[in-house]
């Protein structure tokens, strides 16, 4: 019997004098009510025990499936397993009654599978991953600089040559070590439609990330007419072998935009979500400042500036995916540059301003603020956690991340979908270093999404720790690599490998 659920639901009731009872898979009934779903929404449950079963009354299907999430964690650890492990020793439940909903909509996960790819299996492995946390977005940055990882009909050298990398920087930043092995690899179609189906039967909507117009290295290098040929030898660009931000960003063209027009024919073709993302983050300007084809486009277009430039370029996509009844999503930068198409979201990650600004102009909002929520960044001080970047962020520093900033209005904060937490995989080569980075950081991210907290500096981080006692164990039945709470496990630990952390305490913007 196990009631230290993850994350809390909003209401439980748990009556120690009754049950627990024996518990059979076929005595748990489950339907769809119209009456949770008024009072509770479509993902809302109720989940009662009893001596004649478990039955559990969605919202809607999600509802019902979350459920299933919550009748997991009572079972114990075990049923997180793959098979029964103790076949002769019934399962019991616990007598509860549960009510729960989420707070959010938008409970996402973000995993870069450019900077390193993860093969098929370990993706659907994180797609379980999310259910039994809850989460429901699953964020696919699959292009950047380093690598091209979907593959694209009408344009096979995208995959061909997009998709593979000579070397890895190993560690971070400036480190002189190399893994000599080429990189790389990417799903095909099948692979793509196989992810989307199970997510989907998770209640995890797959948003695709096409990175344009920086982060495009690995594109023009398949495809070098797509890059500044009149600044830069683009034929002889290669997929990026180094971590950072290439100066190689795609040409500001017509062609350019039919190009990705039909990219993106083929991404709608394979995700059905709403959002789709176009990236939008960290595209430098100075190929376009030196390139006269990129002058002579602004100009033509009347547009004052190269920032401008990129603003007709995300708004021609934005305009572009709502006739195909899509909404576009970007990171906050796409902010800059003239304002955003209707119906435009924005990721905020440079801390918090940028989600402000994006929600008193009346538009969508998901935050995932690098201070709070990349998981990249270290989870505690000194030598031994690997390749250690960016600022310490432990779990309890994530168990206070609040996604909706105080000062915003009431109708300001609704426009706030949800929040994600996002990993970037430069100094994540494995499934395993994902795993160290993600976990147990996510189990308090997801609690945060998902439960009514307070205020953070009221949270109860205490009882969230106690709880997480059960939790690894869950962990532990999953196969997670987490974190350990004393810090890394002697295999865990990455001695030799340059990182880059920063100092202090991460800014609160
Ligand atoms: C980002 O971290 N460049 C979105």
Redesign the pocket.
């Known amino acids: 019997m196990d009631l230290d659920l993850i994350p809390a639901p909003r209401h439980l009731a748990h009556d120690p004098a009754r049950g627990p009872y024996p518990f059979r898979e076929d005595a748990v009934r489950t339907r769809v009510d119209p009456g949770v779903a008024a009072r509770l929404g479509p993902e809302g449950y109720r989940l009662t025990t009893g001596p004649d079963g478990v039955e559990i009354v969605g919202g809607g299907e999600a509802g019902v499936f979350w459920g299933r999430q919550t009748l997991r964690q009572l079972l114990g650890p075990d049923a997180f397993r793959k098979a029964r492990i103790h076949p002769d020793r019934p399962l019991t439940v616990p007598h509860v009654v549960v009510e729960d909903a989420p707070r959010f909509g938008w409970r996402g996960f973000m995993l870069d599978v450019a900077r390193h790819f993860m093969p098929k299996d370990g993706v659907l492995r994180y797609l379980d991953l999310l259910a039994a946390h809850k989460l429901n977005v699953f964020h696919f940055h699959l292009t950047d600089d380093q690598g091209w990882r979907i593959e694209i009909e009408r344009y096979p050298r995208l995959a061909e040559v997009g998709a593979w990398r000579a070397r890895s920087r190993l560690g971070s930043g400036a480190s002189p070590l190399w893994d000599e092995r080429p990189h790389g690899g990417y799903y095909t179609r099948d692979d793509l439609r196989e992810i989307v189906a199970y997510a989907a039967e998770r209640h995890i909507a797959v948003v695709p990330e096409i990175d344009v117009p920086g982060h495009s290295q690995a594109a023009i290098a398949a495809y070098p007419e797509l890059g500044n040929a009149d600044v830069v030898d683009t034929a002889a660009l290669t997929v990026w072998t180094d971590w950072g931000i290439s100066p190689n960003v795609l040409a500001p063209t017509e062609a350019t935009l039919r190009f990705y027009e039909g990219v993106l024919e083929e991404v709608l073709e394979l995700f059905p979500s709403t959002f789709v993302h176009i990236g939008g983050?960290?595209c430098p300007k100075e190929q376009w400042r030196a390139s006269a084809a990129a002058r002579a486009q602004r100009e033509r277009l009347g547009l004052a500036d190269e920032d401008a430039l990129q603003g007709w370029f995300v708004r021609h996509f934005g305009a572009w995916l709502a006739e195909r009844g899509r909404r576009l999503i970007g990171?906050d930068e796409i902010l800059e540059g003239g304002g955003l198409s209707p119906g435009a979201a924005v990721a905020s990650?440079r801390g918090y301003a940028g989600g402000m600004a994006a929600a008193r102009s009346g538009h969508d909002v998901v935050m995932c603020p690098?201070p709070h929520v990349y998981l990249d960044h270290r989870q505690a001080e000194g030598p031994d956690e690997p390749v250690p970047i960016g600022y310490v962020r432990t779990l309890e520093d994530v168990y206070r991340f609040e996604p909706v900033p105080s000062e915003l209005t009431a109708a300001e904060a609704a426009r706030v979908l949800g929040a994600q937490a996002?990993a970037?995989t430069e100094v994540m080569e494995t499934p395993q270093r994902v795993d160290y980075q993600t976990f147990p950081r996510l189990a308090a991210f997801a609690e945060v999404v998902w439960s009514d907290l307070p205020a953070p500096a009221a949270r109860d981080v205490d009882g969230f720790l106690r709880r997480m006692g059960a939790h690894y164990a869950r962990l532990d039945a999953l196969g997670v690599d987490y974190r350990p709470p004393g810090g890394p496990r002697p295999w865990q630990r990455r001695p030799g490998l340059p990182g880059r952390p920063r100092d202090g305490a991460p800014p609160i913007v």
């Open positions: 983050d960290e990171w990650w690098e996002n970037w």
